[in-house]
């Protein structure tokens, strides 16, 4: 049963049973609605700012590591040659 057709089958139950006034609807479909999104952020890993910036910071410093060792790489075959 794919996932729409749940959320659907939930609200459908939710009128059928008569309990709800416009504000218990509201709230529930948010509340599915909230739940769903955790649902997917959670799937799909995602990660934090600060995790972010932190790794994109290393990336840095190491590309600029390899830069290094390159130009000095490319130096001691010219200084061969020579």
Known sequence: MSKSKI??????KILEQGMVNSKDFSEELKNILKFKKDEIKNRLDFVSKDEYEILKHRLDKLENKINL???????TKKAKRS
């Open 7 to 12: 959320v659907i089958d939930k609200l459908a």
């Open 69 to 75: 060792l390159l130009k000095k790489k490319n130096k």
